[in-house]
T-cell receptor
Framework: GQSLEQPSEVTAVEGAIVQINCTYQTSGFYGLSWYQQHDGGAPTFLSYNGLDGLEETGRFSSFLSRSDSYGYLLLQELQMKDSASYFCAVRDGGFKTIFGAGTRLFVKA | GAGVSQSPSNKVTEKGKDVELRCDPISGHTALYWYRQSLGQGLEFLIYFQGNSAPDKSGLPSDRFSAERTGGSVSTLTIQRTQQEDSAVYLC???????????????FGPGTRLTVL
């Protein structure tokens, strides 16, 4: 089957760094994406990795290792507004996108 | 209106009734997705439309679910004979899926919260 595994919850303090891991098992692979969703809101795109390595976008970075079927999202200088759910997603080689169950991030003062 | 819009924002219906959910994608976006999200859960893929190609319906949970996309733009998701387990938020997303592209950033609408009593 196709699945993406990520932790259900992560808690961190303001100003800290947090890493959210994602491992995937899919029939095909066209890259790993990350989306953020605040309570009651729609998911919004954060980052994409098509090739191995690190992609940086401001306070957010994302990493991919295709040989390990593994990636992570790194959030630096955490702010209260970063409290949200974060989803990893894989395009499976066709056009279908498989999402993980999401990681709920709690940022404490 | 630059974003994806969905209507209605909320729908309460009785078990056994049919419902129609509408999605207006971003103008010019060729790809359109429907997802279902239950409370506190991830996004469950339902169906995908890309241009004039046959849609990928592999995620539809039963034959009570159907969707169409008219004129390559607006899409309607129809659920017949609704059941209580159909209660969820139904999200639509669109993307500019370029030929040969390896990624498509999906832009999501606000969703329709469906409650089946």
């Amino acid at each position: 089957g196709q699945s993406l595994e990520q932790p259900s919850e992560v808690t961190a303090v303001e100003g800290a760094i947090v890493q959210i891991n994602c491992t995937y098992q899919t029939s095909g692979f066209y890259g790993l994406s990350w989306y953020q969703q605040h309570d009651g809101g729609a998911p919004t795109f954060l980052s994409y990795n098509g090739l191995d390595g690190l992609e940086e976008t401001g306070r957010f970075s994302s990493f991919l290792s295709r040989s390990d079927s593994y990636g992570y999202l790194l959030l630096q200088e955490l702010q209260m507004k970063d409290s949200a759910s974060y989803f990893c997603a894989v395009r499976d080689g066709g056009f279908k996108t498989i999402f993980g169950a999401g990681t709920r991030l709690f940022v404490k003062a | 209106g630059a974003g994806v819009s969905q209507s209605p924002s909320n729908k309460v219906t009785e078990k056994g009734k049919d419902v129609e959910l509408r999605c207006d994608p971003i103008s010019g976006h060729t790809a359109l997705y429907w997802y279902r999200q239950s409370l506190g859960q991830g996004l469950e893929f339902l169906i995908y439309f890309q241009g004039n190609s046959a849609p990928d319906k592999s995620g539809l949970p039963s034959d009570r679910f159907s969707a169409e996309r008219t004129g390559g733009s607006v899409s309607t998701l129809t659920i017949q004979r609704t059941q209580q387990e159909d209660s969820a938020v139904y999200l639509c997303a669109s993307s500019l899926m370029l030929s040969g592209a390896s990624t498509d950033t999906q832009y999501f609408g606000p969703g329709t919260r469906l409650t089946v009593l």
